[in-house]
């Protein structure tokens, strides 16, 4: 992200301050920098001319936009709403769009939750990607980075983040490093996923100093999102997985191993709610609350998911479905 970025509309002062108070508060998401960003292009191209978050602005900056996702229209509506907060807070004048005002299902999409056999042939397809002269590794760098995904339910930004000093390779445990909460995590990985960690190893990062990338680029930096998303839509396509607008994206594996456990446990006979703590802390959640809605959501709307969970999960059924408005 452009750190160098100079703001052009009346409001423009008043958002830098925005985006550095979120900063200091420890937000640090590219993608709410990129929307007070966007926001600020929209009031320079509109008659605004002074520095006042009107209703007018804001009502026009939120409006429905041709072919657009309702999760895209959402986005503008939290920056918006957040920055006449922040300004309210400072004591200025400005509009406050208000909740109810814009409704949207937060988990309208239907998750893909992969089974055995899918994973099985989406990991073979990573590994038969395409030979590509510029990266003639990658086959061999991305399937694991995705084993590694599905294996410890990360986030695709906390795999990508890697470096050889966060994989553990005599204990095991991976260190994953201010995580989306600002929170350091130990994820310790199933033996069978250790073994190939340790293969991995030495055949890619052997020689590597340790804070080079553990899933290096061909550069040797750390791959992008875009790279990996656009890896696994081949993938995809190699295993005869069928692709959709939304999904199966890279997180449909983290997705994959919450369901996975929770379908395992119950098998197992364990206490679902004695173990969902350890889930939550595992895959970095910031509180029960968020792994609750993970696993409520998927039983919800897959039916198959629904029918292997017993009498004693039935706490994941949601009696309730509320928007985030």
Known sequence: MNQNYIYISPLGSLLKKYVEHRRMCGYKADTSIHNVRQLDKFA???PLTSAHLSKELVEAYIASRPGEKKSTQSQRV????GFGKYLVRCGIDAYVLPYGTFSVAKYSFIPHVFNSKEISRLFSAAESLPYCANSPIRNIVIPMMFRVIYGCGLRISEALKLTVEDVNLQTGIILVRATKFNKNRYVPMAQSLFDRCKEYAD?????????????????????????IGYAFLQSLAIAGIPHFDDGPTVH???HSFAVE???RWDEEGKDVNLMLPYLSAYMGHENLLGTERYLRMTVDMLPEVKKRISVGCSWIIPEVVRDDG
Not at 211 to 223: A, E, K, V
């Open 44 to 46: 320079a191209y509109s």
């Open 78 to 81: 939290s920056t918006v709403r």
């Open 203 to 227: 055949r890619v990062v052997a020689e590597a100093d340790a804070q080079s990338p553990f899933f290096p680029s061909p550069s040797l930096s750390f791959y992008s999102k875009s790279t």
């Open 252 to 254: 449909s594996l983290r």
């Open 261 to 263: 456990n929770l379908i």
